[in-house]
């Protein structure tokens, strides 16, 4: 989603601000933008597409001054344009925002009213012709950003300049995560604090409603009923926040690669002395029920789980996706924990269905990549996965972890309620601990994947099966491939293959099996045989006794490693992964930042 930079400098704030957006490009972009004051004057520079265009430009058309505000933009309202582009000018203000303006119209209306002329189809634009309709009733700057915050409804982050101010930026937020950067004699503001990290470990993470006037000499940061609130400085650990590519031609391409140092990383936190140890104490003994919330891939890591507290753990649990959650209004019984998980902490339907269970759940707990985020610290315990900054959009790591996280939960609340003894949770400990090897030896299948994805970057269409706790990751496949080489794929439970899917197989369409060896292997080799006697092109992945067993019929084959049937999750989503990435990459597409998406969907 859209990201935000503003800078207090003591040098040029252009190459500082270009520098910043280029740590959010991870988020997802279709243009960008800087604004600067020179001299007591305002200018801006904006252009379409990637960074290196709007760089070009600054070349040819440079812009000066010591205090600024950038922003990469995630279309919203209006289609990617120059004139849609960011920062937004009205007269003396210009203004960069992420989020939704969810009363523009209205606030347009009133304006238009006053004979206040539109530019552009933006929401963003009606924030700064309201602070200039402000400005020209003779308020001053933060009188002004102050009205105008006022008025606004729906989810923001905002960041505001002046003309003839040059040590000033006022920022708010509401929804949509901002935080402070502490510097020598310098501010900072930033949509997280991997942009601000080559300037300062020292952030302020602003709360719901909080309004900040910044000079060069600090923040004054007021409350959302307009009361002088202390926000703390904290040091944050920055160690993680590098985003070169490694020596990989994507940044997907490292972080699947990257997957059993991350993992192993995660493990040292939650295991020791051959039992899971978690960061926070959680009792699941007073737990009659689960409630698990998430969007996108990590509301697949959550169907994932399922499997795991019920089969573990005796534990009932419901999943939800997130955007559909709080709307259908759920009863929430007693003794019931709910659990949201979100990469980034910030994404606005998770938070939104956190807020939703605050106040009638009985526990509130989250999976997070960010410690600081939002859901992290609203959450009543926060669970971090140790993944570090995932710059594809497609998640990969991230996953990865979050489904090593739920899985020491899982074991944990086992041992607790008596449904596993002590030498059971050891032998799973044990296993756990060999997972980050297995990953390992799957990546080295990624040159012969490489081999089988050229074929499928010439289909149109592809299903994925799987049974057990392989159906979610054949969804899991299925959506890693739509992200990033634009095919068309389906995911289907292997037994519901004969109840509809069955009549789109056809000699052209490919079929991906995900099927250990397990004790649901002899049903899906029937839903094969199915696929194969109408000709369908069947790629199973399995261990060597589940292709030994499946036969020569099929079209091709991916051997892994021998794994426990119940940690197979977190190994077959590597050929999963590496099916979508080498199919992106024959087929030619953005494969980091896929067209329309955007990595943290801070808005609905």
């Given at each position: 989603m859209c990201g935000i930079v503003g800078v207090l400098s003591n040098n040029e704030a252009a190459p500082q601000l270009v520098e910043a957006l280029k740590r959010l490009e991870y988020?997802?972009?279709?243009?960008?933008?800087?604004?600067?004051?020179?001299?007591?004057?305002?200018?801006?520079?904006?252009?379409?597409?990637?960074?290196?265009?709007?760089?070009?430009?600054?070349?040819?058309?440079?812009?000066?001054?010591?205090?600024?505000?950038?922003?990469?933009?995630?279309?919203?309202?209006?289609?990617?344009?120059?004139?849609?582009?960011?920062?937004?000018?009205?007269?003396?203000?210009?203004?960069?925002?992420?989020?939704?303006?969810?009363?523009?119209?209205?606030?347009?209306?009133?304006?238009?009213?006053?004979?206040?002329?539109?530019?552009?189809?933006?929401?963003?634009?009606?924030?700064?012709?309201?602070?200039?309709?402000?400005?020209a009733t003779g308020l001053g700057p933060q009188d002004a950003a102050t009205a105008t915050i006022?008025?606004?409804?729906?989810?923001?982050?905002?960041?505001?300049?002046?003309?003839?101010?040059?040590?000033?930026?006022?920022?708010?937020?509401?929804?949509?995560?901002?935080?402070?950067?502490?510097?020598?004699?310098?501010?900072?503001?930033?949509?997280?604090?991997?942009?601000?990290?080559?300037?300062?470990?020292?952030?302020?993470?602003?709360?719901?409603?909080?309004?900040?006037?910044?000079?060069?000499?600090?923040?004054?940061?007021?409350?959302?009923?307009?009361?002088?609130?202390?926000?703390?400085?904290?040091?944050v650990n920055l160690a993680h926040t590098q985003v070169e590519k490694g020596g990989h031609k994507h940044f997907m391409a490292k972080e699947i690669h990257e997957q059993p140092a991350v993992l192993a990383d995660c493990l040292k936190t939650y295991i020791s002395n051959n039992a899971i140890t978690l960061p926070e104490p959680f009792d699941f003994t007073g737990i009659d029920r689960i409630i698990m919330v998430a969007c996108g891939t990590a509301h697949i890591a959550c169907t994932v789980a399922k499997y795991w507290f019920e089969q573990l753990a005796r534990l009932p649990v419901e999943v939800d996706i997130a955007s559909e959650f709080r709307y259908r209004e759920p009863p929430i019984q007693t003794r019931t924990a709910t659990i949201f998980v979100s990469q980034s902490g910030e994404t606005a339907d998770t938070l939104a269905a956190l807020r939703y269970c605050k106040d009638k759940a009985q526990s509130v707990l989250s999976v997070v990549n960010v410690p600081e985020s939002s859901i992290a610290r609203e959450s009543d315990v926060s669970f971090p996965i140790h993944a570090g900054v995932e710059v594809g959009v497609a998640s990969t790591k991230a996953f990865t972890n979050q489904l090593a996280v739920l899985m020491s939960l899982a074991i944990t609340a086992a041992r607790q309620r008596g449904a596993i003894d002590a030498a059971r949770e050891a032998e799973l400990v044990g296993q756990f601990a060999h997972v980050p090897g297995l990953i390992n030896q799957a990546l080295g299948l990624s040159g012969h994947i490489s081999d089988l994805s050229r074929k499928l970057a010439t289909a149109s269409d592809i299903l994925f099966l799987g049974r057990g706790s392989m159906y979610p990751m054949a969804h899991e496949g299925a959506l890693k491939l739509k992200e990033i080489s634009y095919i068309h794929a389906e995911a289907y439970a292997s037994g519901e293959l004969k109840h509809g899917p069955i009549a789109l197989v056809e000699e052209t369409l490919p079929v991906v099996v995900l099927a250990p060896r397990d004790a649901l292997f002899d049903k899906t080799v029937s839903n094969m045989q199915e696929v194969m006697a109408r000709k369908g092109m069947v790629l199973l992945v399995s261990d060597a006794a589940g292709i030994t067993q499946a036969g020569d019929d099929v079209w091709a084959t991916i051997q892994m490693p021998d794994v426990d049937p119940i940690f197979a999750p977190l190994v077959y989503v590597v050929p999963a992964q590496l099916l979508a990435y080498h199919t992106a990459v024959h087929k030619g597409t953005d494969v980091d930042q896929p067209r329309n998406l955007a990595k943290s969907v801070t808005v609905e």
């Amino acid at each position: 989603m859209c990201g935000i930079v503003g800078v207090l400098s003591n040098n040029e704030a252009a190459p500082q601000l270009v520098e910043a957006l280029k740590r959010l490009e991870y988020r997802g972009y279709d243009s960008a933008g800087i604004a600067t004051v020179h001299e007591k004057r305002l200018d801006r520079r904006r252009e379409v597409g990637k960074l290196v265009n709007l760089s070009d430009k600054l070349v040819h058309e440079p812009l000066a001054g010591k205090v600024g505000i950038g922003h990469t933009r995630w279309a919203t309202h209006g289609a990617p344009s120059v004139g849609n582009a960011h920062p937004h000018r009205a007269g003396r203000v210009a203004v960069v925002h992420n989020g939704i303006i969810e009363n523009y119209r209205e606030l347009r209306a009133e304006l238009a009213e006053l004979g206040v002329p539109f530019q552009t189809e933006t929401d963003t634009e009606t924030v700064a012709l309201l602070c200039e309709h402000y400005l020209a009733t003779g308020l001053g700057p933060q009188d002004a950003a102050t009205a105008t915050i006022a008025r606004l409804e729906g989810a923001f982050a905002l960041c505001f300049i002046f003309d003839g101010e040059e040590d000033l930026l006022i920022a708010a937020r509401l929804g949509s995560p901002l935080a402070i950067g502490h510097g020598d004699g310098e501010m900072f503001i930033g949509s997280d604090a991997i942009a601000l990290a080559p300037m300062t470990n020292r952030i302020t993470y602003l709360e719901e409603g909080d309004r900040a006037e910044i000079t060069r000499a600090g923040a004054t940061i007021y409350d959302h009923s307009g009361t002088l609130a202390n926000r703390e400085i904290r040091e944050v650990n920055l160690a993680h926040t590098q985003v070169e590519k490694g020596g990989h031609k994507h940044f997907m391409a490292k972080e699947i690669h990257e997957q059993p140092a991350v993992l192993a990383d995660c493990l040292k936190t939650y295991i020791s002395n051959n039992a899971i140890t978690l960061p926070e104490p959680f009792d699941f003994t007073g737990i009659d029920r689960i409630i698990m919330v998430a969007c996108g891939t990590a509301h697949i890591a959550c169907t994932v789980a399922k499997y795991w507290f019920e089969q573990l753990a005796r534990l009932p649990v419901e999943v939800d996706i997130a955007s559909e959650f709080r709307y259908r209004e759920p009863p929430i019984q007693t003794r019931t924990a709910t659990i949201f998980v979100s990469q980034s902490g910030e994404t606005a339907d998770t938070l939104a269905a956190l807020r939703y269970c605050k106040d009638k759940a009985q526990s509130v707990l989250s999976v997070v990549n960010v410690p600081e985020s939002s859901i992290a610290r609203e959450s009543d315990v926060s669970f971090p996965i140790h993944a570090g900054v995932e710059v594809g959009v497609a998640s990969t790591k991230a996953f990865t972890n979050q489904l090593a996280v739920l899985m020491s939960l899982a074991i944990t609340a086992a041992r607790q309620r008596g449904a596993i003894d002590a030498a059971r949770e050891a032998e799973l400990v044990g296993q756990f601990a060999h997972v980050p090897g297995l990953i390992n030896q799957a990546l080295g299948l990624s040159g012969h994947i490489s081999d089988l994805s050229r074929k499928l970057a010439t289909a149109s269409d592809i299903l994925f099966l799987g049974r057990g706790s392989m159906y979610p990751m054949a969804h899991e496949g299925a959506l890693k491939l739509k992200e990033i080489s634009y095919i068309h794929a389906e995911a289907y439970a292997s037994g519901e293959l004969k109840h509809g899917p069955i009549a789109l197989v056809e000699e052209t369409l490919p079929v991906v099996v995900l099927a250990p060896r397990d004790a649901l292997f002899d049903k899906t080799v029937s839903n094969m045989q199915e696929v194969m006697a109408r000709k369908g092109m069947v790629l199973l992945v399995s261990d060597a006794a589940g292709i030994t067993q499946a036969g020569d019929d099929v079209w091709a084959t991916i051997q892994m490693p021998d794994v426990d049937p119940i940690f197979a999750p977190l190994v077959y989503v590597v050929p999963a992964q590496l099916l979508a990435y080498h199919t992106a990459v024959h087929k030619g597409t953005d494969v980091d930042q896929p067209r329309n998406l955007a990595k943290s969907v801070t808005v609905e």
